[in-house]
Protein backbone atom coordinates (compact mmCIF):
# COMPACT_ATOMS: atom_id res chain seq x y z
CA UNK A 1 0.00 0.00 0.00
CA UNK A 2 0.72 3.43 -0.35
CA UNK A 3 3.51 5.42 2.51
CA UNK A 4 3.87 8.10 3.64
CA UNK A 5 6.26 8.99 5.93
CA UNK A 6 6.85 12.01 8.57
CA UNK A 7 10.56 13.14 9.54
CA UNK A 8 11.60 13.52 12.49
CA UNK A 9 9.48 11.34 14.23
CA UNK A 10 9.94 13.07 17.79
CA UNK A 11 11.49 17.05 18.23
CA UNK A 12 12.56 18.64 22.02
CA UNK A 13 13.09 22.08 21.20
CA UNK A 14 13.70 25.73 23.20
CA UNK A 15 10.54 28.10 23.57
CA UNK A 16 11.34 30.89 20.84
CA UNK A 17 12.82 28.24 17.85
CA UNK A 18 11.32 27.32 14.80
CA UNK A 19 10.85 23.62 13.72
CA UNK A 20 10.20 22.14 10.43
CA UNK A 21 8.99 19.04 9.88
CA UNK A 22 8.79 16.89 6.79
CA UNK A 23 5.70 14.71 5.39
CA UNK A 24 6.45 12.37 2.20
CA UNK A 25 4.64 10.05 0.17
CA UNK A 26 6.96 7.45 -1.00
CA UNK A 27 5.97 5.86 -3.62
CA UNK A 28 2.87 8.05 -5.16
CA UNK A 29 2.22 11.39 -5.91
CA UNK A 30 -0.13 12.96 -3.52
CA UNK A 31 -1.78 16.18 -4.95
CA UNK A 32 -3.13 16.94 -1.41
CA UNK A 33 -1.75 16.81 1.76
CA UNK A 34 -3.30 17.36 5.14
CA UNK A 35 -1.79 18.13 8.59
CA UNK A 36 -3.28 17.31 11.51
CA UNK A 37 -2.76 17.95 15.29
CA UNK A 38 -3.81 15.95 17.53
CA UNK A 39 -4.74 16.91 21.16
CA UNK A 40 -4.72 13.87 24.09
CA UNK A 41 -7.04 11.66 24.03
CA UNK A 42 -8.55 13.45 21.02
CA UNK A 43 -9.88 13.29 17.43
CA UNK A 44 -7.13 14.57 14.94
CA UNK A 45 -7.73 18.04 13.83
CA UNK A 46 -7.49 19.12 10.49
CA UNK A 47 -4.81 22.22 10.55
CA UNK A 48 -4.71 22.78 6.75
CA UNK A 49 -4.68 21.75 3.26
CA UNK A 50 -2.01 22.11 1.25
CA UNK A 51 -1.90 21.48 -2.57
CA UNK A 52 1.21 21.38 -4.32
CA UNK A 53 2.72 24.37 -6.06
CA UNK A 54 -0.44 26.59 -4.69
CA UNK A 55 -0.53 28.34 -0.54
CA UNK A 56 -2.01 26.40 1.55
CA UNK A 57 -5.61 26.75 3.26
CA UNK A 58 -5.99 26.68 6.57
CA UNK A 59 -8.54 25.74 8.95
CA UNK A 60 -10.76 28.60 11.05
CA UNK A 61 -8.26 29.42 14.26
CA UNK A 62 -5.32 28.18 13.10
CA UNK A 63 -2.58 30.97 12.25
CA UNK A 64 -0.66 30.93 8.67
CA UNK A 65 2.14 32.96 10.30
CA UNK A 66 2.59 30.47 12.97
CA UNK A 67 2.22 27.40 11.11
CA UNK A 68 3.98 27.59 8.04
CA UNK A 69 2.93 25.07 4.71
CA UNK A 70 4.78 24.43 1.76
CA UNK A 71 4.04 21.78 -0.82
CA UNK A 72 7.06 22.33 -2.95
CA UNK A 73 6.33 19.00 -4.88
CA UNK A 74 4.27 16.17 -5.53
CA UNK A 75 6.07 14.36 -2.97
CA UNK A 76 6.87 16.77 -0.07
CA UNK A 77 5.02 18.78 2.42
CA UNK A 78 6.67 20.98 5.21
CA UNK A 79 5.35 22.48 8.34
CA UNK A 80 7.23 25.14 10.09
CA UNK A 81 6.21 26.02 13.43
CA UNK A 82 7.79 29.05 14.07
CA UNK A 83 8.91 30.58 17.57
CA UNK A 84 7.55 27.24 19.29
CA UNK A 85 6.00 27.64 22.65
CA UNK A 86 4.75 25.08 25.21
CA UNK A 87 1.20 24.71 24.01
CA UNK A 88 2.34 24.08 20.61
CA UNK A 89 3.67 20.77 22.24
CA UNK A 90 1.54 18.00 20.15
CA UNK A 91 1.07 15.29 17.99
CA UNK A 92 1.56 16.73 14.42
CA UNK A 93 0.32 13.85 12.05
CA UNK A 94 0.20 14.38 8.02
CA UNK A 95 -1.54 12.38 5.54
CA UNK A 96 -1.48 12.06 1.76
CA UNK A 97 -4.04 11.94 -0.95
CA UNK A 98 -3.72 10.27 -4.03
CA UNK A 99 -4.93 12.52 -6.80
CA UNK A 100 -6.91 9.50 -8.92
CA UNK A 101 -8.24 8.55 -5.32
CA UNK A 102 -10.65 10.98 -3.81
CA UNK A 103 -11.49 10.18 -0.71
CA UNK A 104 -8.27 7.94 0.65
CA UNK A 105 -5.90 9.37 2.72
CA UNK A 106 -2.75 7.57 3.62
CA UNK A 107 -1.41 8.92 6.71
CA UNK A 108 2.27 9.61 8.34
CA UNK A 109 2.97 8.00 11.25
CA UNK A 110 3.26 11.51 13.31
CA UNK A 111 5.74 13.95 15.08
CA UNK A 112 5.64 14.35 18.57
CA UNK A 113 6.94 17.91 19.29
CA UNK A 114 7.58 19.17 22.80
CA UNK A 115 8.52 22.50 22.95
CA UNK A 116 10.18 23.49 26.44
CA UNK B 1 4.19 -3.61 6.47
CA UNK B 2 0.71 -2.07 7.56
CA UNK B 3 0.41 -2.57 11.31
CA UNK B 4 -3.39 -2.13 11.72
CA UNK B 5 -5.14 -3.66 8.34
CA UNK B 6 -8.87 -3.29 7.33
CA UNK B 7 -9.36 -5.81 4.50
CA UNK B 8 -12.43 -4.33 3.78
CA UNK B 9 -12.10 -0.99 1.30
CA UNK B 10 -15.50 -0.74 1.43
CA UNK B 11 -19.37 -1.74 2.84
CA UNK B 12 -22.68 -1.49 1.89
CA UNK B 13 -25.26 -1.84 4.53
CA UNK B 14 -29.05 -0.88 4.34
CA UNK B 15 -30.62 1.57 6.70
CA UNK B 16 -31.69 0.49 9.74
CA UNK B 17 -29.59 -2.59 9.41
CA UNK B 18 -26.16 -3.37 11.75
CA UNK B 19 -22.76 -2.36 10.39
CA UNK B 20 -20.15 -3.96 11.09
CA UNK B 21 -16.78 -2.77 10.16
CA UNK B 22 -13.01 -4.87 11.09
CA UNK B 23 -9.84 -4.20 11.48
CA UNK B 24 -6.66 -6.59 12.59
CA UNK B 25 -3.49 -5.35 13.48
CA UNK B 26 0.01 -7.07 14.17
CA UNK B 27 2.20 -5.13 17.09
CA UNK B 28 1.03 -6.85 19.68
CA UNK B 29 2.53 -3.99 22.00
CA UNK B 30 -0.72 -1.88 21.06
CA UNK B 31 -3.02 -0.86 23.77
CA UNK B 32 -4.96 1.48 22.81
CA UNK B 33 -7.36 1.66 19.73
CA UNK B 34 -9.35 4.19 18.33
CA UNK B 35 -11.91 4.88 15.20
CA UNK B 36 -12.40 7.83 13.25
CA UNK B 37 -14.79 8.90 10.96
CA UNK B 38 -14.19 10.89 8.26
CA UNK B 39 -16.34 12.87 5.30
CA UNK B 40 -14.92 13.96 2.22
CA UNK B 41 -13.28 16.81 2.38
CA UNK B 42 -13.25 16.93 6.15
CA UNK B 43 -10.48 15.68 8.37
CA UNK B 44 -11.53 12.61 10.30
CA UNK B 45 -13.08 12.96 13.34
CA UNK B 46 -12.54 10.80 16.71
CA UNK B 47 -15.36 8.41 17.13
CA UNK B 48 -14.55 5.59 19.83
CA UNK B 49 -11.94 4.48 21.55
CA UNK B 50 -10.94 1.53 23.86
CA UNK B 51 -8.12 0.18 26.11
CA UNK B 52 -7.11 -2.96 25.97
CA UNK B 53 -8.26 -3.92 29.16
CA UNK B 54 -11.37 -4.22 27.79
CA UNK B 55 -13.07 -5.80 25.53
CA UNK B 56 -15.98 -3.95 24.44
CA UNK B 57 -16.72 -0.26 24.85
CA UNK B 58 -20.31 1.38 23.99
CA UNK B 59 -21.30 4.73 23.38
CA UNK B 60 -24.67 5.12 21.80
CA UNK B 61 -25.19 3.66 18.42
CA UNK B 62 -21.62 2.55 18.49
CA UNK B 63 -20.04 -0.43 20.21
CA UNK B 64 -15.93 -1.33 19.63
CA UNK B 65 -15.35 -4.70 20.56
CA UNK B 66 -11.74 -6.39 20.81
CA UNK B 67 -10.40 -9.51 20.87
CA UNK B 68 -6.48 -9.06 21.69
CA UNK B 69 -5.97 -12.88 21.08
CA UNK B 70 -6.77 -13.01 17.78
CA UNK B 71 -5.59 -8.91 17.49
CA UNK B 72 -8.63 -8.17 16.35
CA UNK B 73 -11.49 -5.75 16.21
CA UNK B 74 -14.56 -4.15 15.30
CA UNK B 75 -16.45 -1.27 15.20
CA UNK B 76 -20.78 -1.86 15.38
CA UNK B 77 -23.43 0.74 13.89
CA UNK B 78 -26.52 -0.28 15.20
CA UNK B 79 -28.77 1.30 13.62
CA UNK B 80 -27.05 2.49 10.41
CA UNK B 81 -28.18 5.56 9.26
CA UNK B 82 -27.52 7.14 6.05
CA UNK B 83 -25.39 9.51 7.89
CA UNK B 84 -23.00 7.14 8.94
CA UNK B 85 -21.75 7.23 5.53
CA UNK B 86 -18.52 7.69 5.08
CA UNK B 87 -14.76 6.46 5.92
CA UNK B 88 -14.12 4.84 9.25
CA UNK B 89 -9.93 4.41 10.10
CA UNK B 90 -8.94 2.14 12.80
CA UNK B 91 -5.96 3.52 14.82
CA UNK B 92 -3.59 2.00 17.39
CA UNK B 93 -1.12 2.92 19.70
CA UNK B 94 1.57 1.64 22.41
CA UNK B 95 1.73 2.51 25.60
CA UNK B 96 -1.47 3.16 26.79
CA UNK B 97 -2.17 6.54 25.67
CA UNK B 98 -3.31 8.34 22.58
CA UNK B 99 -0.68 10.69 23.49
CA UNK B 100 2.28 8.05 21.59
CA UNK B 101 2.20 7.23 17.79
CA UNK B 102 -0.64 5.83 16.76
CA UNK B 103 -0.72 4.00 13.58
CA UNK B 104 -4.04 4.36 11.21
CA UNK B 105 -5.59 1.58 8.90
CA UNK B 106 -5.90 2.77 5.81
CA UNK B 107 -9.93 2.83 5.97
CA UNK B 108 -12.98 1.50 5.41
CA UNK B 109 -15.75 3.49 3.67
CA UNK B 110 -19.23 2.71 4.60
CA UNK B 111 -22.23 3.35 2.39
CA UNK B 112 -25.81 3.10 4.24
CA UNK B 113 -28.71 2.46 1.55
CA UNK B 114 -31.75 4.68 2.70
Known amino acids: GAVVSQHPSRVICKSGTSVKIECRSL??????MFWYRQFPKKSLMLMATSNEGSKATYEQGVEKDKFLINHASLTLSTLTVTSAHPEDSSFYIC????????????FGPGTRLTVL | DQQVKQNSPSLSVQEGRISILNCDYT??????FLWYKKYPAEGPTFLISISSIKDKNEDGRFTVFLNKSAKHLSLHIVPSQPGDSAVYFC?????????????FGPGTSLSVIP
Open chain 2, 91 to 103: AASERGTSYDKVI
Open chain 2, 27 to 32: NSMFDY
Open chain 1, 27 to 32: DFQATT
Open chain 1, 95 to 106: SARQSFRSDTQY
